[in-house]
């Protein structure tokens, strides 16, 4: 297939799938909006400090999933693609993890994979194996899932414009060399939506994520620790959440996070990402798990898809 009708046929799938996929769910999305604004808060509270005072930093809020990559495995859908965005919020999960990246024109968008490849996506020929961070924003456009339901690669302000309104937060994981530019345009944009306290910032190492701190002094952060030996000095960054692996949380690390005031975050992906792995790190102190399962897990463990929804 020549570079050409490879473009045209990208352009054609990304336009049948607005019209069969996109526009149905947005539409859906804006009635659960819609059903946000009558639910009984202070009629005075903006909708992000509305979600933050009800969601998942609130000291009363459930144990809760964060959808890895959209959660979209679950369901049969591209990582971090358009349809996996609308479908987590349109299904009101509480927190939807993404990827973020930054091209060479400084586009923000979504995908996690530092290399493109034509298992998922369907590329020209020519571009795979190619770094994500060389695309910019006009050859985004042209790269769509293979399967015509997922749709193509989000960038930073497409998404945030579908969690505008919303009480789902986004978990998002800064990847690649996010430079300081990369850094002061997301910041830009989370002040232009009025989003820097509905969305998590996570990167590593810790020094990156004290740039960050530096940058959005206001917005969430969750700071990735490996070992025991990193708890002060992520800590001293006063994060939100930290992230852990399960055999690190001893009863004496989870008293110091609690007396701290910090969430806990444990991931349980792969083969142990079932019921009876998130029954055992919630027991264990848990309160977020990073799962491809999220819906399960608001099935299996009773819990609210938004904290305070009814």
């Known amino acids: 297939m020549t570079g050409n009708s490879t473009q045209r046929t990208a352009g054609k799938k990304a336009a049948l799938w607005r019209l069969t996929v996109y526009l149905p769910l947005t539409v ?3 009635a659960c909006q819609y059903r946000h604004a009558e639910s009984p808060f202070e009629p005075s509270i903006a909708s992000a400090d509305r979600c ?13 999933p964060s959808a890895h990559r959209l959660g979209a495995k679950e369901i049969g859908l591209a990582d971090n693609s358009q349809a996996a965005l609308l479908r987590a919020v349109a299904e009101r999960l509480p927190i939807a993890e993404v990827d ?13 994979d530092r290399r493109l490849s034509d298992s998922e996506w369907q590329v ?50 800064l990847k690649g060399d996010f430079s300081q530019g990369a850094l002061h345009r997301l910041a830009a944009l989370l002040i232009s939506f009025g989003l820097g306290r509905q969305v998590l910032i996570q990167t590593d190492p810790l020094e990156e994520l004290r740039q960050v701190r530096k940058v959005l002094p206001e917005t969430p952060v969750i700071a990735r620790i490996f070992s025991e030996q990193q708890l002060d000095s992520a800590l001293a960054l006063s994060p939100e959440i930290i992230q852990l ?21 444990i991931k349980t992906l792969g083969e142990g990402d079932n019921p009876e792995r998130w029954r055992k790190v ?29």
């Open 28 to 30: 859906l999305i804006a």
């Open 52 to 64: 933050a005072a009800q969601g998942v930093l609130s000291a009363r809020a459930a144990k809760l």
């Open 100 to 112: 973020l990246r930054s091209g060479r024109d400084g586009t923000l968008f979504l995908m996690h």
């Open 124 to 173: 020209p020929v020519e571009w795979v194996g190619r770094s994500a961070e060389s695309l910019n924003a006009a050859e985004l456009e042209r790269i769509c899932a293979r399967d015509m339901a997922s749709g193509c690669v989000p960038t930073l302000e497409m998404a945030l414009r579908v969690i505008q309104g919303s009480c789902t937060t986004m978990q998002i994981d």
């Open 245 to 265: 692996d399960e055999e690190m949380l001893s009863p004496e690390i989870r008293a110091r996070l609690v007396r701290s005031g910090v969430k806990i975050l």
């Open 282 to 310: 919630v027991a264990k102190g848990a309160d977020i798990i990073l799962t491809d399962f999220p819906r399960r897990m608001l099935e299996e463990l009773a819990m609210p898809a938004i904290v305070g929804g009814p």
